[in-house]
C-alpha cells in the first residue's frame, strides 16, 4: 500500500456520495452545453454502473458507446483471428477500440453532438471518448486484472463488444480478455490517464469510490520513489497444497491453495492512501505511466511498458505434482503468439518436505518418439504416463534452486512450496501431463502435447541438467554480517538472481534498474533509503516487494522479531 501524502484529496464512497459530487463538478463547469465522459476499462459491471449514474446524475442525454459499435457477429469476425478456436492461445491483437466502432454511426453522433448548443450530455462505455474528444469532464472507471478474471469465472462480465458472460466455458473469457480485451483498453487508456478528472474504483461490487485523477496522478509518482507490493491474489489448485494457508494467515476453510501470485503487475492491484480512504487501481498502471522511472532507461528500452520480471508462490505441500510441462522459445512464441519474449523461469524453495523432487530434464539416451507416443496414449485414456521412465527427478532441500530456460520440460513435485521468478508471459505453459486429474472447474486441463514436442530441447539431459541448472551458487561479494551469493538465472535467460544472507545492514543499489526481492529466511526486515527519499519499509518473511530503479540507494537489515537472526533475501533484476 502506497500513503499518498502532500495534497489533500477527497474520496467520495457509495453511489448516493459519487453522484452529488459529479453533480457539484458538472454544476460549476462553464457554458450551456456540457459533456461528461465515462471512459470504461472490460471488466466493469456495466449494469451496476448505469443503473447508479442514470439515477444519481443530473443530465439531459445519455449516449451509450456500445449502441456505435459493430454488431456482435461483426465483432466475433473482427477477433478471430487474434481469438482463434484454441480454448487456451490466441495471438497478442493489434486491433485498437476505434476498430470495433461503426465509422458512419460515429461520425453520424459526432454531427449530432455539434449541433447541441445546452444541456448536460453523458457518454458512457467503452470508447466513450471517440465519440467526443473533448469533454468538460472525464471519468475513467478502471478495473485490476484478477478481479476481471474473478468474475468471469462467476460470468458478470462480457468481452468487449459481445453479450457472451453466459459462455458455458469461463476460459474462453480469460483468453479473449487476455489477447484482444485488455491489449485494446490499455492502448486507449495510456491515451487518457493524463486527462483523467476523476478515476472511478468499483473492484468491491456495491462499494465504488471516486477520487481525482490528479490523486492518482501524484500516487503514482509517490510509488516509485519508495518501495512498494502489490496486492496479493491467491488461489486453489488441483494440486494445491496446505502451507499458505498458515504462513500467509488465508482462509482454513478453504480446500487448498495453489498459488499466490503476488508481484505480477500486469494483473495485480495497486492500493493507494488518502487519509482513512483506499483507491485500489490496476499496477500495470504505474508501468504504463512511469516506465523509466520504474524499470530503468536500459530495461524500458528492452521491453518497453511492460514488467518484465514475475515473482509468484507454487504451493504443494500436502498437495499434488504440479503438471508436467515446458514453455515455448523466443522464436515460437513470438511467431505462434505475437509475444516478443518467453517464460523463462527458476523455482526457489521455500520449503521441502522428505519426499520432495523435482523433475527436471531429460534422463540421458530419452527416446523422444517413444516418449510423445506415450504421452499421446496417455492423453487418450489408454494407460497412465511413467514420467519418470523419460524425465530426471532431483531431491530437493530447503533454499535449493533449480533454472529453468524455454524449452526444458520441468515440474515440482509434491510437499514443495516454491518461489517461482520468471519473465512475465505467464499464460504460455504448454503441459504434457497432468497425472491424469480434472481442474477445480471438473474439466480436464488442457494439454499442449503438440505446441510441446516442438519446442522440447531433447539434449537438456541428466549431466547437462546437473552442470547447468541445479544449484549454480556462487559467492560473489561479503562482509561483515553479509554474504551475497549468485544463484542464476541460466545464461539463456534475462533475469538476474542474488540472495543475500545477512545478521547486519546490506548496502544494495539499483544500478538504474527494477528490483523485485523476496524474504525468503527471517521473520522481518526493514529497506531504508541512506538519503530519506523514503520512509522505512517494513517486509514480513515471504513477503515480496519491489523497489523501483529511480531510488538508486538502499539498504535491507534485520528488524523486530527478527533480531539477531540470520536473514535472506532473494532478488531478481533483469540483466543490461
Known sequence: MVEVKGASFQVSTGWAAISERLNDSIKALPGLKKVVLVETYQGVIHEELIANLSTGLKYDRFINASDYMYSEEEIKKLVFPDV????????????SIEDYLDSDKVKEIKAALETITEGVILIYGSGASLLYSKPDL???????????????????VDNLGLKNKHTTDWMLLYKQGYFVDWRVCDKLKKTLFERIDFLLDTTKIGEPKLVEGAAIRAGMKQAINRPFSVVPFFDPGPWGGQWM?????????????AWCFNCVPEENSLLLKFGDDIIEIPSINLVFMHPKELLGELVYERFGDEFPIRFDFLDTMNGGHLSLQVHPLTEYIQE??????TQDESYYMMETGDDTIVYLGLKEGVNPELMIAELEAAQK?????????????WPMKKHDHVLIPAGTIHCSGKNSMVLEISATPY??????WDWGRLGMDGKPRPINIEHGKKVIQWDRTTQWTRDNLINQVQTVGQGEGWIEERTGLHELEFIETRRHWFTKKVDHH????????????????????????FE?????????????????AYTIRPFGSAGDQRCATLKGYVRV
Open 510 to 533: 539499483t544500478n538504474g534498474g527494477v528490483h523485485v526481492i523476496c524474504l525468503v529466511e527471517g521473520d522481518e526486515v526493514i529497506v531504508e533509503s541512506p538519503g530519506n527519499i
Open 245 to 257: 494457508k498458515e504462513v500467509c494467515n488465508l482462509d482454513p476453510s478453504a480446500p487448498n491453495y
Open 427 to 432: 499464460i504460455f505453459t504448454f503441459k504434457l
Open 381 to 393: 485414456d489408454t494407460k497412465s504416463f511413467d514420467a519418470e521412465k523419460h524425465v530426471q527427478t
Open 138 to 156: 472525464l471519468v475513467y472507471a478502471d478495473m485490476a486484472r484478477w478481479e476481471i478474471q474473478l468474475r468471469m469465472r462467476k460470468h458478470l
Open 336 to 341: 505462434k503468439f505475437g509475444m516478443q519474449y
Open 536 to 552: 522505512p519499509f517494513i517486509v514480513h518473511y515471504a513477503e515480496v516487494f519491489i523497489v523501483p530503479a529511480a531510488i538508486g
Open 84 to 95: 482463434t478456436d484454441d480454448r487456451i492461445f490466441g495471438f497478442l491483437t493489434r486491433l
